[in-house]
């Protein structure tokens, strides 16, 4: 049975930065596609930053590229979001996902596994 389960959320102060870990398991971790996603009250789910294999091709939403780092190890089947200079509108709920594909979408119909979340919470 595939598990991803997020740890690290909680209630920061807006500046502050927060990592964000995904431990995965049931899957052979290396071969699939992990990405974050968030997903704000009243709002859709979005996609925020994925990584592939090797940590050879990232790719990551435009409010996201100069303040979140998406990384991964493999050895520890293990994923994470370092996200720095944090704002009251990066609230929400953050999930991890998995996609076996080999090309990085930002789709969420794309990922075939996900996490519970975990909640961020930004005050002004």
């Known amino acids: 049975q595939v598990q991803l389960v997020e740890s690290g959320g909680g209630l920061v102060q807006a500046g502050d930065s927060l990592s964000l870990s995904c431990a995965a398991s049931g899957l052979t971790f290396w071969t699939y596609i992990m990405a974050w996603f968030r997903q704000a009250p009243g709002k859709e789910r979005e996609f925020l930053a994925a990584i592939n294999w090797n940590e050879g091709n990232t790719r990551y939403a435009e409010f996201a590229k100069d303040r979140f780092t998406i990384s991964r190890d493999n050895d520890k089947n293990a994923l994470y979001l370092q996200m720095n200079s944090l704002k009251p509108e990066d609230t929400a709920v953050y999930y991890c996902?998995?996609?076996?594909?080999?090309?990085?979408?930002?789709?969420?119909?794309?990922?075939?596994?996900w996490g519970r979340g975990t909640q961020v919470t930004v005050s002004a």
């Open positions: 996902a998995a996609d076996p594909n080999v090309v990085i979408t930002m789709s969420t119909a794309e990922y075939d596994y």
